[in-house]
């Protein structure tokens, strides 16, 4: 690739872009951490999917639930016991029970409500079914299905099969402590290893009776969630394994039309984010292009810069964010690193007064037509930092290793 005056512009005009969409990012990850944004959508989200009512719903039918016309909030016992680890966060103290702080009305206490509760931001799909299949059915029945006639060895007896199917069909109509152990003791002694599954039976049902999964459906409330597991159900035929695979697969595809709406509001956000960077620092894409192009000396100083972003060590941080999402805190301070780094920049950005003796892009316009460019070239620069960091990047070390690698040798006569 040749050194061209009008790639080096290009290059130009990345690193700036770059940089300031990394800090536009910087500065949304801190705002976004700050208020607890996406703990709070992906709780909602779960209420709305498990029909539990939003904060300052009035109370619905009394056939709606058993506590006085309020349905059970499923979301709260998924995420108090087997959804509890996603809210851990690391922290020695254990979050408080969600079931004890129900949504609040006004933004102020549902961002305080979200830091202290620690809502998670993220819900694996799997987990997710598998607690809320626990719920309906819960592992004891899991138990008891393995514990079939049909696994018995073909050695048994038909007088002990028929004793163990009386048991087993007792256990299957209703499954306590008492049938367990009747189930027990009528497992042949020389099946060790349903002995031992039997063995596990009597202990899963101590803590009481387990309802059946026919119960456990109609303890829910009317949501989407019900009307996936009812589905799941009949079409794994009762297989509890095609049932989780089957409702992680809706839970998926929930959350992806979740996160279209997400990236669409954070779209916003970043918008708005980078009008408040663009205005300050003056990021005017068509005057810094002409800058670049009419004086060689910025220019060079800018494809300098560049290769050193690239070269640097921290040059792909951005293509590779970490999986566990920043503090508050630390959000905040890789906003203001980023923004100094930009700042820092050896290119003509900011604002300065007119001059006759200079044509200089930072230049305040006076006249009507100088307006309507600078606006044009902000509101190009603005759109521009909304494509994100990773993309800039990646394009500005595309640019700069074309522009090193230069054109090919000729070849030579021998």
């Given at each position: 690739m040749p050194d061209s005056s009008a790639f080096d512009v290009l290059i130009g005009l990345a690193l700036l872009f770059a940089v300031f969409s990394l800090a536009v990012s910087r500065i949304n990850e801190a705002v976004l951490a700050l208020f607890r944004y996406r703990g709070r959508q992906l709780e909602a989200e779960l209420r709305r999917l498990l029909g539990a009512r939003p904060a300052g719903a009035p109370d619905g039918d009394p056939e709606d639930g058993p506590d006085g016309g309020n349905p059970p909030d499923v979301a709260a016992e998924l995420l108090d016991g087997p959804l509890r680890t996603?809210?851990?966060?690391?922290?020695?103290?254990?979050?408080?029970?969600?079931?004890?702080?129900?949504?609040?009305?006004?933004?102020?206490?549902?961002?305080?409500r979200a830091r202290s509760l620690r809502l998670p931001s993220y819900v694996p799909s799997t987990a997710f079914a598998q607690a809320l299949l626990d719920r309906v059915d819960p592992p004891a029945r899991a138990m008891l299905s393995q514990l079939r006639p049909e696994t018995l060895p073909d050695h048994v007896t038909d007088e002990a099969r028929a004793a163990y199917r009386r048991a087993y069909d007792e256990a299957r109509h209703a499954l306590d402590e008492r049938t367990a152990q009747a189930l027990y003791a009528a497992m042949p002694a020389d099946h060790p290893a349903g002995r031992v599954m039997a063995a596990a039976l009597v202990a899963a049902t101590g803590s009481g009776a387990v309802g059946t999964i026919e119960d456990g459906l109609a303890s829910l409330p009317p949501s989407p969630a019900k009307d996936a597991?009812?589905?799941?159900?009949?079409?794994?035929?009762?297989?509890?394994?095609?049932?989780?695979?089957?409702?992680?697969?809706?839970?998926?595809?929930?959350?992806?039309?979740?996160?279209?709406?997400?990236?669409?509001?954070?779209?916003?956000?970043?918008?708005?984010?980078?009008?408040?960077?663009?205005?300050?620092?003056?990021?005017?894409?068509?005057?810094?292009?002409?800058?670049?192009?009419?004086?060689?000396?910025?220019?060079?100083?800018?494809?300098?810069?560049a290769q050193v972003e690239v070269t640097s060590d921290g040059a792909a941080a951005p293509d590779q964010p970490e999986p566990d999402q920043p503090t508050a805190g630390e959000a905040a301070e890789q906003a203001v690193q980023a923004v100094r780094d930009a700042?820092?920049?050896?290119?003509?950005?900011?604002?300065?007064?007119?001059?006759?003796?200079?044509?200089?892009?930072?230049?305040?316009?006076?006249?009507?037509?100088?307006?309507?460019?600078?606006?044009?070239?902000?509101?190009?620069?603005?759109?521009?930092?909304?494509?994100?960091?990773?993309?800039?990047?990646?394009?500005?070390?595309?640019?700069?290793?074309?522009?090193?690698?230069?054109?090919?040798?000729?070849?030579?006569?021998?």
């Open positions: 996603t809210r851990a966060t690391g922290r020695n103290a254990t979050p408080p029970a969600m079931a004890d702080h129900p949504p609040v009305s006004g933004a102020l206490a549902a961002v305080r597991l009812i589905a799941a159900t009949v079409q794994a035929a009762g297989d509890r394994e095609k049932i989780v695979t089957e409702l992680a697969r809706w839970y998926d595809d929930a959350m992806d039309r979740l996160s279209g709406w997400y990236r669409r509001r954070i779209a916003i956000f970043l918008l708005c984010y980078a009008i408040l960077l663009a205005v300050p620092f003056n990021l005017d894409a068509i005057g810094l292009a002409r800058a670049f192009w009419q004086d060689g000396t910025v220019r060079q100083a800018a494809v300098a810069a700042s820092g920049l050896a290119v003509p950005i900011g604002w300065v007064h007119n001059s006759e003796e200079r044509d200089d892009p930072r230049e305040v316009p006076d006249s009507v037509g100088g307006w309507l460019l600078k606006i044009a070239g902000l509101a190009i620069g603005c759109f521009a930092l909304t494509a994100g960091a990773p993309f800039w990047f990646d394009l500005l070390g595309r640019l700069v290793n074309m522009r090193a690698t230069g054109p090919k040798p000729r070849a030579t006569n021998g």
